[in-house]
T-cell receptor, first 116, second 115 residues
Framework: AQKVTQAQTEISVVEKEDVTLDCVYETRDTTYYLFWYKQPPSGELVFLIRRNSFDEQNEISGRYSWNFQKSTSSFNFTITASQVVDSAVYFCALSEATGANSKLTFGKGITLSVRP | DAGITQSPRHKVTETGTPVTLRCHQTENHRYMYWYRQDPGHGLRLIHYSYGVKDTDKGEVSDGYSVSRSKTEDFLLTLESATSSQTSVYFC??????????????FGEGSRLTVL
């Protein structure tokens, strides 16, 4: 069965600090997809990134970067120069690519607080 | 905007009463999902649908039923609400043909309190 572990539950940083959110996953499949979602205080869930298991290139989007390492089954998310608007709950998620009805499994989320 | 609306957005009910939450989409997507969000548990899949009248269970389906008689509507029913079903419920759709190749778009959530 697939599983996503976000060991950090709450992180608090001061604005402009860099912060890394950890995600470790378990799956028996060789083909799978990894995701990060953001849930700001307003409550909506916002898609941030999707990565497939064959693409281990790190990705950077502005202040956000993602480090995918199959050797350690990790898909970590780094926010550089954090801002107050980054305060949110961040979810890592995994889906296996076998079968059209395979399911998206979420971690328990990390609450990030960025203080001014 | 993925064209997903959930209703009601907030509901308070009593233990033992039936409750139906509605998810409506405007884009004719095949896949629709119901998740619940609880502190310390993240998001957990309740049920999902892969077409009209085609539904399947997720990891926390006990106490819930679903129906999809039209492409655009996916209903979640609590036949007899319990306090453990107090939660925020999210509907989601997959804009791609297969849920695992695309991101999910979520509705705004429905907060249910069972007293």
């Amino acid at each position: 069965a697939q599983k996503v572990t976000q060991a950090q539950t709450e992180i608090s940083v001061v604005e402009k600090e860099d912060v890394t959110l950890d995600c470790v996953y378990e799956t028996r499949d060789t083909t799978y997809y990894l995701f990060w979602y953001k849930q700001p205080p307003s409550g909506e869930l916002v898609f941030l990134i999707r990565r497939n298991s064959f693409d281990e290139q790190n990705e950077i989007s502005g202040r956000y970067s993602w480090n995918f390492q199959k050797s350690t089954s990790s898909f970590n998310f780094t926010i550089t120069a954090s801002q107050v608007v980054d305060s949110a709950v961040y979810f890592c998620a995994l889906s296996e690519a076998t079968g059209a009805n395979s399911k998206l499994t979420f971690g328990k989320g990390i609450t990030l607080s960025v203080r001014p | 905007d993925a064209g997903i609306t959930q209703s009601p957005r907030h509901k308070v009910t009593e233990t033992g009463t039936p409750v139906t939450l509605r998810c409506h989409q405007t884009e004719n997507h095949r896949y629709m999902y119901w998740y619940r969000q609880d502190p310390g548990h993240g998001l957990r899949l309740i049920h999902y649908s892969y077409g009209v009248k085609d539904t399947d269970k997720g990891e926390v389906s006990d106490g819930y039923s679903v129906s999809r008689s039209k492409t655009e509507d996916f209903l979640l029913t609590l036949e007899s609400a319990t306090s453990s079903q107090t939660s925020v419920y999210f509907c989601a759709i997959s804009p791609s043909g297969r849920m695992n190749t695309g991101e999910l778009f979520f509705g705004e959530g429905s907060r249910l309190t069972v007293l």
